[in-house]
């Protein structure tokens, strides 16, 4: 019988990887947490009808990626691809927005049906901000000075650099899309074969294309900074002071313009040249008429999506990822002979008790003085604790490091968790 294994572009992380998933994971949380922001969790299925409105039915995403199903009742429901949408239903929904500012934060898994590569997959992970009820440009602000002290606390500062620009208002941008539209018209023939699909349904993307010809082409087409509404220029410009004041360093692209059709005003980007084509880590920008779209009250918003995959990737690769991330222990007690082993499981757990921060790994199934040591420094614990029948008798252990060249100890077992505490603590 054939072995079932996983679907194309939705991996397993495995115990070895998830280690470096928590560190990101946990940095992130406390960063977020640092600022305010409260977690939200919502249902990986959503109505189709969803994004459908809020992402928009001519995208890439509603196109072609989406994993959409019938279910029993005949509804049409699909895997969540993004989650700002998601967040807003929810936040909507229960009352979260009226007359209220709000800073949010989840994570979790997306779905697109798209061609798996490297830091890109079918399920893949993300982490997303949103905020709710403030106009200015200070929380956008905000969220450029929150992710610059996230690269700062991951070691990426100096691997990213930060990408912004303005897309207006949807009557600018509606204004600008004809000019767009006129110009590229000419030179149809010589577009890419998605630049000429957009050029009906969806041209500013046309402005995000790596084709070599299309960007030729580009060179000299109408700019959208020259459409701008008087509102989003001024707006910008206050972004580019604030970020200017808080030392955080930006430059504009006027190609920036994101997938989806729910922005307006800022756009940002955060890029990395660490990792060939696949350089974005973490975009957003605002989206103050989705919450409308949607069926609230028109609602200021703007907010920002990373991916987990990516991040770890860049990580991995710059070789950033802390050695103490990849340790899954810090203490190994050992139990040699019959008569030890409930003494090192009584042990253990006070030593757990006793050091609430550590990992404190049992043996556990038997076996020789050597497998046992083995298994301890194969779980990359500090110390062994080695506990036999004589230790018993004696109510000693004996305490042997495995990361330092420095002789075996006998230790009171009295003494052993303040023993402990001092020595993890160097």
């Not at 030179?187 to 294309?209: G, M, T």
């Not at 989206?287 to 991995?316: C, H, N, S, W």
């Not at 109510?395 to 420095?406: N, Q, S």
């Amino acid at each position: 019988m054939a072995k079932i294994q996983a679907i194309r572009g939705m991996n397993d992380i495995l115990p070895e990887q998830t280690p470096v998933w928590q560190f990101v994971e946990s940095t992130v949380r406390r960063v977020l947490a640092q600022y305010g922001y409260q977690e939200i969790r919502m249902p990986i299925v959503e109505q189709t009808d969803l994004f459908k409105r809020s992402i928009g039915e001519v995208t890439d995403i509603v196109e072609k990626e989406m994993y959409t199903f019938e279910d029993r009742n005949g509804d049409s429901l699909t895997l969540r691809p993004e989650g700002t949408a998601g967040c807003v239903r929810a936040a909507e929904e229960h009352g979260l927005l009226f007359n209220q500012t709000r800073r949010l934060w989840y994570t979790g898994p997306m779905f697109r049906h798209e061609r798996p590569q490297k830091g890109r997959y079918r399920q893949f992970h993300q982490i997303g901000v949103e905020c709710f009820g403030m106009n200015g440009p200070d929380i956008d602000a905000e969220l450029l000075i929150l992710t610059a002290r996230l690269w700062k606390e991951l070691g990426l500062a100096e691997h990213t650099r930060l990408e912004i620009n303005s897309i207006g208002t949807l009557e600018s941008r509606r204004v600008y899309r004809s000019a767009l539209v006129d110009y590229l018209g000419q030179f149809k023939a010589d577009l890419d074969a998605d630049s000429r699909r957009r050029l009906e349904s969806n041209p500013l993307r046309i402005l995000d294309s790596k084709d070599p010809s299309t960007r030729k082409i580009l060179e000299n087409a109408p700019s959208l900074d020259d459409y701008l509404d008087e509102e989003s220029r001024e707006h910008f410009e206050r972004l580019k002071a604030l970020l200017e004041a808080a030392g955080v360093n930006y430059s504009v692209n006027p190609a920036l313009v994101r997938g989806l059709d729910y922005y307006g005003k800022t756009v940002f980007e955060w890029i990395t040249d660490s990792l060939g084509a696949q350089g974005t880590v973490c975009a957003g920008g605002r989206y103050d008429g989705l919450v409308e779209q949607l069926g609230g009250k028109p609602t200021f918003a703007v907010g920002f999506a990373m991916g987990l995959e990516r991040l770890i990737l860049l990580l991995e690769t710059l070789e950033l990822v802390p050695e103490h991330v990849n340790s899954n222990a810090d203490v190994y007690v050992t139990a040699m002979g019959e008569g030890a082993l409930a003494p090192a499981l009584v042990l253990a757990e006070k030593l757990r008790a006793a050091l609430p921060e550590r990992v404190i790994i049992s043996h556990c199934g038997g076996g020789s003085f050597k497998s046992q040591m083995k298994k301890a420094d194969r779980s990359g614990a500090r110390y062994a604790v080695i506990l036999g029948e004589n230790e018993v008798a004696n109510g000693t252990v004996g305490l042997k490091p495995l990361r330092a060249d420095e002789p075996q100890a006998e230790i009171a077992q009295d003494k052993l968790a303040d023993t402990l505490a001092a020595a993890l603590a160097g």
